[in-house]
């Protein structure tokens, strides 16, 4: 074999394996978290109306750790184009218009609980507590329904996570633009992420807001 296909095929195998490496880092060493696409509405212990989201591990051989979680409102702020005039050195005169047309979009934070968590224990399907799935909660209803029935705006849920053996972070997002999303119930204990509808809090919800009976007046003898 000459000594150009030997510099070819340790080049090719250099290659292959920096693929490999690359392919386990991002499949065993990277975690995995599963986000609801629906928020389910529903009354706490205290009697408070609670919007939920559930979040799930995904990994069956490593926890995730040093996680943070966000909830924004998104409101498109639309700008109006620019006209940029310049001109080329040594061309005395030339000049050129370019129009640009951009988008912002205005973020107002939501609270939530938990706002961060040390770990989220490897998923478990033998584990009858499923320590791997959890629900963040936001008791902010007015400002989520509220933008989720504005088409313009959209809620954004966000996840940060990192791996516990390599280090590696990565961010999970949903979005939720719609009303809907919400579901008036809760999510199934286990490893399913979606939600079930609930008829007991579509009739509570009813009754919180049903306005109280006028005072009878009072007659005189």
């Known amino acids: 074999m ?17 693929l490999l490496f690359l392919a386990a880092l991002r499949i065993f060493l990277t975690p995995k978290i ?16 609670v919007y939920r989201i559930k979040v799930l591990n995904d990994r069956r051989w490593s926890e995730a750790v040093k996680l943070t979680f966000e909830l924004v409102s998104l409101t498109p702020l639309s700008v109006p184009a620019v006209t940029i005039k310049g001109h ?3 061309f005395v005169g030339w000049r050129r218009t370019i129009k640009l047309d951009s988008h912002k979009q205005e973020r107002s934070q939501l609270p939530l609980r938990p706002t961060e968590m040390v770990s989220i224990p490897r998923k478990n399907l ?7 799935a ?19 705006q959209t809620i ?12 590696r972070g990565r961010v999970f997002e949903q ?3 719609t009303e809907g999303a919400i579901v008036d119930g809760d999510f199934p204990v286990g490893p399913s992420l979606v939600a079930f509808a609930d008829s007991h809090v579509a009739s509570h919800k009813q009754r919180r807001r049903r306005p109280a009976a006028p005072p009878v007046p009072e007659t005189e003898p």
Not at 134 to 152: C, N, Y
Not at 156 to 167: K, N
């Open 2 to 18: 000459s000594a150009l296909g030997s510099v070819a095929i340790g080049i090719a195998s250099g290659l292959v394996a920096s």
């Open 88 to 90: 080329r050195r040594f």
């Open 126 to 132: 033998n584990d009858a507590s499923t320590p791997y």
């Open 156 to 167: 954004r849920f966000r996840v940060y996570a990192e791996h516990p053996w390599s280090g």
């Open 175 to 177: 979005d939720f633009s």
């Open 34 to 49: 599963l986000i609801s696409e629906q928020i389910v509405h529903r009354f706490n212990r205290r009697d408070e109306e």
């Open 134 to 152: 959890f629900r963040v909660t936001t008791p902010d209803i007015g400002m989520v329904r509220s933008a989720l029935q504005d088409e313009h």
